[in-house]
């Protein structure tokens, strides 16, 4: 007979119960009150990483499949799990808060038992990082990372970072995912008649471009340039500081069809595709948020000073909270934005595909 389960063993409490050990109680050092607060509140921070990790593989092997049915279960659960991630992060932001109940004295009494270890060292919140798409590169002094002894990570981390990095990100996923958008097939185009023919070979993204150009206010006309690389990969006629905050990690392919899914989203068929796009742009937005929370209760709790891990602190986090966007290529797309009632009318073959099919009794 099965043996009857116990809370205790099910859930392992003699392991996470007794993972505690302030430094300051050990023996030799004078014990610091707060210092079970700050060890409690990193576990905390590190099971829920574990949790989002956990839904992010299940989100990345959906994208990996060569073919998703956008009107089946596979991208409604997607959207479900984002979801979860997003509501897990949104807790995370809240979290800053109870550790704000301790004060820099407080944290001092102890914090000098830490260096070099800090949470710049957190393996899951990097491989979190890498699953949604920042790689190495793009890191804020991505030197530090390697700085082992001074708070960087150990070369076994390290590598685990790497290897992370080198299979496909969310990012380069949804790329892919968004490519392969069947909605301008010609098939779904016959009946449609375009109003401009050039300048690109893209008959509604013309119409759409012309539209977009005469809303433009005098001090905004160069966004057209902007449009023109961004969704047509043309090189840009901007320095590279002046393109940088828009300069894409999504093809001119892939953009296009998000934002053809940001126009048309009422229709029933985008719903879910539309959802997933702006869930991207939630979690991007509450790591952002996060990542600023922290920043503010660091320069409360240490001001200027180094941090423990040997960064410039509160410097080296205002970089990483400005460097560290994934998804701005999808937030910048309201920049491109039309108003409604200046939709060009889709083609009749093409609403007809991103309609339900109707029903047995509808025929
Ligand atoms: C007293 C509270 C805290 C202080 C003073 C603090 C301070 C710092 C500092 C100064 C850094 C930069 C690295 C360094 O030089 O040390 C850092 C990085 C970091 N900390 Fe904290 N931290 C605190 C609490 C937390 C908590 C509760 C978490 C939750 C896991 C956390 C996660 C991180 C992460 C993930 C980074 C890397 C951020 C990035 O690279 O964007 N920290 N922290």
Redesign the pocket.
Known sequence: MQKAMYYRDYLQLDKILTAQAPESCQPGNEPAHDEML?II??QA??LW?KQILFELDYVCGVFNKPAIDDNAEDLNLVRHRLNRIIRILELLNQ??GI?ET?TPLD?LEF?NLLTPS???Q?LQ?RLLEARLGLQMDER?QKDYYKRTNE?GFDQPDYSTINKTEATPALLQLVNNWLERMPFFDPAFWNDYTPKNTSPTPYFFWNDYRSIYQSGLTERETSRIDDFDAVFFGKPSTHTAAQTAPIAPAFSAEAMRAALFIMLYRDFPMFQASYQVLDSLIEIDHLMANW?HK?LV??RR??GMR?????????G??EG??SK?YVFRDLSSLSTFLIERKKLPRLPVALIRKLSYPPTAAEG
């Open positions: 700050f509140i990193h921070y590190e990483f979290q800053v550790l301790m944290f914090r800090s949470g710049f957190s919140f804020h708070g990542r922290h209760m660091v709790m240490i180094v941090g423990t891990g040997n960064t410039s602190g509160a080296y986090l990483a909270l560290h």
